[in-house]
């Protein structure tokens, strides 16, 4: 039996970072039931909740966000029984904390920002679409596993697998969806530029319980029969299916989108940027701009990408073979074989 351990910081219960590692442990544990998956989380501690109802067990660390501290509590709490498997998806790390624990079990570490000296581990998975644009130092002998092949999507997913997205002329089902407490209030930006429109059209808001704008979305959306409040954590998929588009974060809302072929419009926040650029230079989503500065221009594009289906086509056209589901499979799989000394670089 394989033991793998996931260490993940996260914001809320519904952070990219979780999202994709229980996504992650679900093919694990379907390419080799035999496997013993658990949790080490850090951030807030609110976020077990979401890994215990998927069946994981989950200890909280803390909220500490200086690697030396985050190599002392991880080492803490994996005690003198070290797993065969380390997942890592937490970017307070350094290239310490990845020397001293490649020294007791083989390490996978999930990166997106290429930000560290070197790179002294098993594995580095990078599945976000621009990972080709990382140049990861070509000294350490970590197994590169990188682009959107990789992308790992919860199993609610697997019966869109090969999805095909009919545009209608003019888009009329928009989905809002900054899942978490967006503290940066994106989700307040998107409801005013939605609001500035004169369209027909139903908007679903998408909160979770920890929303923290709840009052202030109520307000501002008021008796607008347009707008729609739905809960967030549930019917994910079924609700991407049925939009026109999107407006969402560039994060795993944006992924899980690209299995659609859903056309989206990306709002930044503190995160993203970088992949926002990318897939606006390359026609696989609009950008907006940041949370708290969405302007005249960007309710123009909002309402081109309405009105436009030819736009929208091509979007759809260009980001349909980006994410094709099987992602968690493919991971597993090649995480199992390098981890028991099977697998291959790629």
């Known amino acids: 039996m394989v033991k793998i351990t996931f260490r993940v910081h996260a914001h809320h219960g519904a952070s990219s970072r979780l999202l994709r590692s229980l996504a992650l442990a679900e093919g694990l544990l379907e390419s080799d039931p035999a496997c013993s998956v658990g949790f080490l989380l850090s951030g807030a501690e609110s976020a077990c909740a979401a ?3 998927e069946g994981h067990p989950c200890s909280h660390l803390g909220n500490g966000i200086f690697p030396s501290w985050n190599l002392e509590a991880t080492e803490s709490a994996l005690g003198e029984d070290a797993p065969q498997m380390l997942v890592v998806d937490d970017a307070n790390i350094d290239t310490r904390f990845l020397s001293e624990l490649g020294r007791k079990t083989f390490v996978a570490l999930m990166d997106d920002h290429l930000e560290l000296e070197g790179y002294p581990a098993g594995a580095i998975v990078n599945p976000n679409i621009n990972a080709h644009t990382r140049a990861y130092p070509a000294a350490d002998s970590a197994a590169l596993l990188l682009g959107s092949e990789f992308i790992t999507l919860a199993s609610e997913f697997d019966e869109y697998q090969g999805f095909e997205r009919e545009n209608p002329e003019r888009a009329r089902r928009i989905l809002v969806d900054f899942s978490g407490p967006d503290s940066e209030g994106s989700t307040l930006a998107a409801v005013r530029l939605l609001k ?3 369209e027909r059209f139903l908007a679903e808001i998408a909160v979770t319980p920890d929303f923290v704008h709840g009052e202030a979305l109520a307000r501002e959306i008021g008796l ?3 707008f729609m409040v739905v809960g967030g954590e549930a019917g994910r998929a079924k609700r991407m299916a049925a939009a026109d588009m999107a407006i969402c974060p560039p994060n795993m809302t944006f992924y899980e989108s690209l299995l659609f072929g859903l056309p989206c419009a990306l709002v930044l926040g503190s995160e993203g940027a970088a992949l926002a650029g990318y897939s606006g230079g390359n026609g696989f989503a609009i950008c907006l701009g940041e949370a708290g500065g ?7 594009l909002l309402q ?7 736009a929208r ?5 260009r ?3 980006l994410v094709d589901g099987f992602g968690r499979f493919r991971l597993a799989d090649e995480l199992l074989g390098l981890c028991c000394g099977q697998g291959e670089s790629i």
């Not at 969405?294 to 123009?300: E, T, W």
């Not at 081109?304 to 030819?310: F, H, L, N, Q, T």
């Not at 086509?313 to 056209?317: N, V």
């Open 51 to 53: 890994v215990r109802k």
């Open 313 to 317: 086509d091509r979007m759809s056209a």
């Open 294 to 300: 969405p302007d005249a221009g960007a309710a123009k």
């Open 196 to 198: 500035t429109l004169s």
């Open 224 to 226: 607008d029969e347009r």
């Open 319 to 321: 980001t349909t073979d």
């Open 304 to 310: 081109g990408m309405i009105s436009d289906k030819a």
